[in-house]
Nanobody, 115 residues
């Protein structure tokens, strides 16, 4: 059974940073392209960063230069270092494979940025 568990969110002031983690189980993590997605209140879920099995990364324009995605295949864990946070980064952050599979969504981790 696939399980993706996100953690590391919290309340932070604008300009601050957090490190989000995604622990995977039930999948062959190392061969999967993975992504971080977020959903802000009243908005659709969007992809913010993705990383291939080989480590190639890609970011949405809204987070480029501020967020860094990485993975540790031995630990079956993916990370998202989020920095220079803005109030508009407030959202629930989720991890999933890329492209996503609906059955793999976890509960996410809330990031709230105060101005």
């Amino acid at each position: 059974q696939v399980q993706l568990v996100e953690s590391g969110g919290g309340l932070v002031q604008a300009g601050g940073s957090l490190r989000l983690s995604c622990a995977a189980s039930g999948i062959i993590f190392s061969i999967r392209s993975m992504g971080w997605y977020r959903q802000a209140p009243g908005k659709q879920r969007e992809l913010v960063a993705r990383i291939s099995s080989g480590g190639a990364v890609n970011y949405s324009d809204s987070v480029k230069g501020r967020f860094t995605i990485s993975r540790d295949n031995a630990k079956m864990t993916m990370y998202l270092q989020v920095g220079s946070l803005r109030p508009e980064d407030t959202a629930v952050y989720y991890c999933n494979t890329y492209p996503y599979l609906n059955s793999w969504w976890g509960q996410g981790t809330q990031v709230t940025v105060s101005s």
